[in-house]
């Protein structure tokens, strides 16, 4: 089955960097739409970036220019690199993709953004 695991998260002061990552299992992930969301306390879960299959990408204009999606086939890896966070970034971050006209989602995990 479709598994995606998280991992990179955790308390960072404003002004630091984190790179999240999420591996992924159970498909063909070079052929696979990468996509990760956030959800802050209280909020709708919001697109954050997009990488495509083809290396296509593109973000939400709250983290572009600080963010960067990437990916790697061989390890069957999304990653996020986050520079400058703000605390406004703060929420748990999930990676996600479709196949076959089903979502599939990780666990998330937490990005702390505090002094």
């Known amino acids: 089955q479709v598994q995606l695991v998280e991992s990179g998260g955790g308390l960072v002061q404003p002004g630091g960097s984190l790179r999240l990552s999420c591996v992924v299992s159970?498909?063909?992930?070079?052929?696979?739409?990468m996509t990760w969301y956030r959800q802050a306390p209280g909020k709708q879960r919001e697109l954050v970036a997009r990488i495509t299959s083809r290396m296509t990408t593109n973000y939400s204009d709250s983290v572009k220019g600080r963010f960067t999606i990437s990916r790697d086939n061989g390890e069957r890896t999304v990653s996020l690199q986050m520079n400058s966070l703000k605390p406004e970034d703060m929420a748990v971050y999930y990676c996600?993709?479709?196949?076959?006209?089903?979502?599939?989602w990780g666990q998330g995990t937490q990005v702390t953004v505090s002094s």
């Open positions: 159970g498909m063909i992930f070079r052929f696979a739409d």
């Open positions: 996600q993709t479709t196949m076959n006209g089903l979502h599939y």
